[in-house]
């Protein structure tokens, strides 16, 4: 069971670190600092960013949907919380944090699941994207938080497990700010 549990968190781990890489490269694209400041290399690619913005996000959505589903034939975070329970329960000390932690994410994943079961992994026949999206009422903000919250989430479980953590430092931001700052210097020449 060890093993089973040990391949849930990595599992969930890779999970969160694929939806904050997606997170970085889709808001570096649509923030209003670095949109003014690429204008004119993404307008001159427009139809690669514009997809490239679309396919970052529904990454992100997926991913952070996958988290927190809860179908028992799936790795995901309430998976993980009843193997773990059914065979390493946690002290209430750590139970109570560990679900205080749990219910800041589950309202927030509520406006992911929006988005991933209406507009993306399916399509509502009777509403529109848009329609989608103010259902939903989800902010950029709040997928971060989410992002954020998870990673706080599963360093508490592993940490209660056998005192161990994930750094979570992998982050695409960077790089994607030398692609466009290339990409702007070669138009310029």
Same mark, same amino acid.
């Given at each position: 069971?060890?093993?089973?549990?040990?391949?849930?968190? !990595?599992?969930?781990?890779? +999970?969160? @670190?694929? *939806?904050?890489?997606?997170?970085? #490269?889709?808001?570096?694209?649509?923030? &209003?600092?670095?949109? !003014?400041?690429?204008?004119?290399?993404?307008?001159?690619?427009?139809?690669?960013? @514009?997809? =490239?913005?679309? =396919?970052?996000?529904?990454?992100?959505?997926?991913?952070?949907? $996958?988290?927190?589903?809860?179908?028992?034939?799936?790795?995901?975070?309430? !998976?993980?919380?009843?193997?773990?329970?059914?065979?390493?329960?946690?002290?209430?000390?750590?139970?109570?944090?560990?679900?205080?932690?749990?219910?800041?994410?589950?309202?927030?994943?509520?406006?992911?699941?929006?988005?991933?079961?209406? =507009?993306?992994?399916? &399509? *509502?026949?009777?509403?529109?994207?848009?329609? #989608?999206?103010?259902? =939903?009422? #989800?902010?950029?903000?709040? %997928? $971060?938080?989410?992002?954020?919250?998870?990673?706080?989430?599963?360093?508490?479980? +592993?940490?209660?497990?056998?005192?161990?953590?994930?750094?979570?430092? %992998?982050? *695409? $931001?960077?790089? +994607?700010?030398? #692609? %466009?700052?290339?990409?702007?210097?070669?138009?310029? $020449?």
């Amino acid at each position: 069971m060890e093993d089973k549990i040990e391949h849930y968190i !990595q599992e969930i781990t890779n +999970t969160v @670190t694929i *939806a904050g890489l997606n997170y970085d #490269v889709w808001w570096l694209f649509k923030e &209003r600092e670095s949109r !003014q400041k690429y204008t004119t290399t993404m307008n001159k690619y427009l139809m690669f960013f @514009t997809t =490239a913005i679309h =396919a970052h996000f529904v990454a992100l959505i997926i991913a952070l949907y $996958r988290l927190y589903e809860n179908k028992d034939n799936t790795i995901n975070i309430p !998976q993980l919380l009843q193997l773990i329970e059914e065979h390493h329960p946690f002290s209430a000390k750590n139970e109570t944090e560990i679900n205080e932690i749990y219910n800041k994410a589950k309202p927030l994943w509520v406006k992911v699941a929006i988005l991933r079961n209406c =507009a993306f992994a399916h &399509r *509502a026949n009777k509403l529109s994207v848009s329609d #989608v999206f103010k259902k =939903a009422n #989800v902010t950029p903000d709040e %997928l $971060r938080d989410l992002w954020e919250i998870t990673k706080q989430l599963i360093n508490k479980i +592993t940490y209660s497990l056998n005192k161990s953590s994930h750094a979570f430092n %992998l982050a *695409a $931001r960077e790089d +994607t700010e030398r #692609v %466009l700052a290339d990409l702007n210097s070669l138009l310029k $020449r």
